[in-house]
């Protein structure tokens, strides 16, 4: 009627209904437990048909009752549509798509944690953050997972950050495709605007502030994930996201808490200008690796020389403390010492000095030398006097090795002889990626049978990492036995050297080939006394 006042209807937002264990969402999916929350919805652990564990993430639809829009569920149901149907081993698998009352439901294959949970671990026991060749193998996978999205599907995922990287089996996987973006959007042919308040700050690149995209966005934040996963700082600290937004845009990042080598290497990667970042995310992480191992030559170098000084001679030193009871060492020491085929030269309560040989050339044939390494360890009371800890040191010396042999012989036997007892002598060896360099090398691999014997021909693998005690490579099939002759190629990090090796782990991948994890035992050809 004329003059009277219209009532205004009032917008009531929707109370998300609390889940509970035990509920059925769908159809043989019941809750078991709630994994995490955030401003989208919740995530939950349940129980899929045939009793497979996955993850459950809820989405909430922001229910708007004059206008009947639900943005936030809806938004991330298209970006998911993008995604769902692309496979690779570093991208979390999406295995269901549903709608059910208010909520969009996406059930993702379940992963063992995230890259935020192993940082806080790290720094819960006192470190920095993730150990450098650890977090450089993490960067790689995180890498390839962004350039098959960026290169192949002109897709970007534009929330990179350590919640969103999951760990399945050791191995990173990127989830969370609630704002993956389609670059054909910004060539107008989807219509789709980019959420710029849904992107994190923290992380976010400084075009992503002005509402526009670069292939080069995910880059930047994962530029911004390792260091902080690297050394605990965020290169931009702001305490909101209007001086987050500034600081992207304007400000240098503080990239202080990074090894001198790398800065610049970081520093590109987050350029303000999308075209000075590198050409794609794995040329980002092949820099830093290249720089990595730089820094890892020079230590074994500088090693090498600081033994010899001390020594008066080349060889390799190291003292490590052990909580082992000094007759349960002894005895570890000794199968140590007859698993490396060693001569014992000395043994009393305090002391054990060994010797194992090394292939002999002709002239030293010819002389009727032995050439090999003489092994001393020495095992005293803790010398800051710590109840039931010794202090154990290992000595490396070679014998009968012209200078060039010998410099080999201590940088390919000697260093798995001085860690392999360090990891063997301790209780809690420490954890492997502390030890592991990348190493993305061809090689041969021949299966061993007993008393040595080689049969068959040498199986084509491609290696993944090495330490100074073991090996990780990929092979195109299962060995026949667990005793392999691995043919090392001279490379940057090893020399060319036959190895003896043992299968300990191996693991049948989705796409046929074997992952196999093997210990490095000793030089093919020492010869039994």
């Known amino acids: 009627m004329p003059g009277q006042k219209v009532r205004k209807t009032k917008v009531i937002p929707r109370i998300p209904r609390g889940r509970y264990a035990g509920e059925e969402v769908l159809p043989g999916y019941r809750l078991l437990e709630p994994i995490g929350r955030g401003g989208f919805g919740e995530v939950w652990k349940c129980e899929a048909p045939g009793g497979l564990h996955k993850a459950a993430k809820f ?44 909520d969009l439901i996406v059930v993702y294959e379940l992963a063992d944690r995230s890259l935020h949970a192993l940082f806080q671990e790290f720094r819960t026991a006192g470190s920095l953050g993730i150990p450098r060749e650890e977090l450089l193998r993490y960067l790689w996978e995180t890498a390839e997972a962004l350039d098959v999205l960026n290169l192949r599907h002109s897709l970007l995922h534009l929330d990179v950050k350590p919640q969103n990287l999951f760990l399945v089996s050791g191995h990173v996987k990127l989830g969370d495709f609630g704002l993956v973006y389609s670059l054909e959007a910004e060539n107008g042919k989807s219509g789709k605007p980019l959420r710029r308040q849904s992107v994190t700050p923290l992380y976010a690149a400084p075009e992503l502030f002005h509402g526009t995209v670069s292939r080069a966005s995910d880059q930047y934040s994962l530029a911004i994930v390792y260091q902080e996963l690297l050394t605990g700082v965020l290169p931009f600290e702001g305490t909101n996201a209007r001086q987050l937004m500034l600081q992207h845009t304007q400000a240098e990042p503080n990239l202080a808490p990074l090894p001198l080598a790398e800065r610049s290497i970081v520093a590109r990667a987050m350029s303000k200008d999308p075209a000075r970042r590198f050409p794609s995310c794995t040329t980002f992480a092949q820099a830093l690796t290249e720089s990595w191992c730089s820094d890892e030559k020079h230590a074994l170098a500088h090693f090498v020389r600081e033994g010899s000084a001390l020594l008066d001679g080349s ?8 909580h082992l009871t000094r007759e349960l060492l002894r005895q570890r020491l000794d199968g140590f010492r007859r698993r490396w085929q060693g001569q014992v030269l000395q043994a009393n309560d305090r002391d054990l000095i060994f010797r194992i040989k090394t292939p002999r050339g002709f002239w030293q044939r010819w002389l009727g030398r032995r050439p090999g390494l003489e092994i001393r360890v020495r095992i005293t009371d803790a010398s800051d006097a710590s109840p039931g800890a010794l202090d154990v040191t290992v000595t490396v010396r070679p014998r009968d090795l012209g200078k060039s042999g010998a410099l080999e012989a201590l940088e390919v036997i000697g260093l798995l002889l001085v860690e392999g007892l360090r990891d063997h002598l301790q209780v809690t060896p420490r954890r492997r990626g502390q030890e592991r360099l990348l190493w993305p090398y061809e090689f041969d691999a021949k299966p061993a049978f007993g008393g040595g014997r080689v049969e068959g021909h040498p199986i084509p693998c491609i290696g993944k ?26 490379t940057q990090q090893t020399p060319a050297v036959e190895v003896a090796a043992r299968i300990v782990r191996s693991k049948q991948l989705d796409d046929g080939t074997w992952e196999i994890g093997a210990l490095l035992l000793s030089p093919v050809g020492q010869e039994k006394t």
């Open 315 to 322: 060889g390799l030193a190291s003292t490590f403390r052990s």
């Open 59 to 102: 989405v909430h639809r922001d229910h708007d009752q004059l206008h009947g829009s639900s943005a936030s569920a809806d938004e991330e149901l298209d970006a998911i549509q993008r995604v769902k149907a692309i496979r690779h081993p570093f991208l979390l698998s999406i295995e269901r798509v549903e709608s059910a009352d208010d």
């Open 465 to 490: 990492d090495i330490s100074m005690s073991g090996i990780g490579f990929l092979a195109p099939r299962e060995f026949p036995t667990a005793h392999l002759h691995v043919n090392l190629p001279l």
